[in-house]
């Protein structure tokens, strides 16, 4: 079992910047990748980053040069950081940690960025 916790949601003006920040604990050995999507009720879900075990990163064509994902060493938190925030961006952001049969999700930390 993997628990994820997000958290660093907020209100921000266009331009601005927020950093996500999500606690992984539990089975956290079995995980093969983390990522961030983001998605409200009547919008369709999307992956906005990934990062793999090996380090590996990707981005949404929507956020590359804006946002970046990364961990801390114990590989226990990890971050997006979003910088140049637009309104569109505004969304849920949920964390989740793929395991090789388990895809587990965070409750989701809400971003609003206002014009």
């Known amino acids: ?15 601005g ?5 999500c606690v992984v604990s539990g ?3 079995g995980i093969n990748a ?8 009547g ?3 999307e992956l906005v980053a990934t990062i793999t075990t090996g380090g590996t990163t990707n981005y949404a064509d929507s956020v590359k ?3 970046t994902i990364s961990r801390d060493r114990t590989k226990t938190t990890m971050y997006l950081q979003m910088n140049s ?22 409750q989701g930390t809400q971003v609003t960025v206002s014009s």
């Open 65 to 67: 040069g804006r946002f």
């Open 17 to 21: 910047s927020l950093r996500l920040s």
């Open 1 to 15: 079992q993997v628990r994820l916790v997000e958290s660093g949601g907020g209100l921000v003006q266009a331009g």
């Open 34 to 41: 983390m990522n961030w999507y983001r998605q409200v009720p």
């Open 85 to 106: 925030l637009k309104v569109e961006d505004t969304d849920v952001y949920y964390c989740t940690a793929e395991t090789a049969t388990q895809h587990y999700w965070g």
């Open 27 to 29: 089975s956290i050995w």
């Open 43 to 45: 919008k369709q879900r």
